[in-house]
């Protein structure tokens, strides 16, 4: 089932990004999925950057199989070493840990977003 929101959301940025328009074109049926977890949600994002599907899922299951839960306060208790023997690189984790220290100290939290910028977002 279709999020509500979907066919406003592909219409809007099929008008506003011609490559969107193309990708939505050649998989129609395509949805994305929301898993109710907006700190698992940025995280999977930054590990799958620029590598494949099938790469980033092994990372991401290493990373879950360092932590008890996922967390922000797990994710920065990890040492720097072991997130790297994982897979992930010395910039993905500067980014997942900024995440997780932005989710930890409520700068960055579900319910700001509609408040800031894109520069906000990127720069908290």
């Known amino acids: ?11 809007y940025l099929t008008h506003i990004d011609a490559i969107m328009a193309r990708w939505m074109a ?12 907006p700190f698992s949600t940025l995280l999977r994002a930054v590990v799958g950057q620029q590598i ?4 980033a899922d092994a990372i991401w299951q290493r990373l879950q199989g360092k932590l008890e839960t996922l967390s922000p306060s797990q994710l920065l208790a990890v ?3 072991a997130l790297r023997q994982g897979g992930l690189s010395r910039q993905k984790i500067s980014y ?5 220290c932005a989710f930890e100290e409520e700068t960055l939290t579900p319910s700001t977003w ?3 910028s894109d ?3 990127v720069c908290c």
């Open 1 to 11: 089932m279709l999020p509500s929101y979907w066919q406003e959301a592909t219409t």
């Open 26 to 37: 050649a998989y129609p049926d395509a949805v994305l999925v929301n898993h109710h977890n």
């Open 52 to 55: 494949s599907v099938k790469a």
């Open 79 to 81: 040492e720097e070493e």
């Open 96 to 100: 997942l840990r900024a995440i997780a």
């Open 114 to 116: 509609e408040k800031m």
């Open 119 to 121: 520069r906000e977002m």
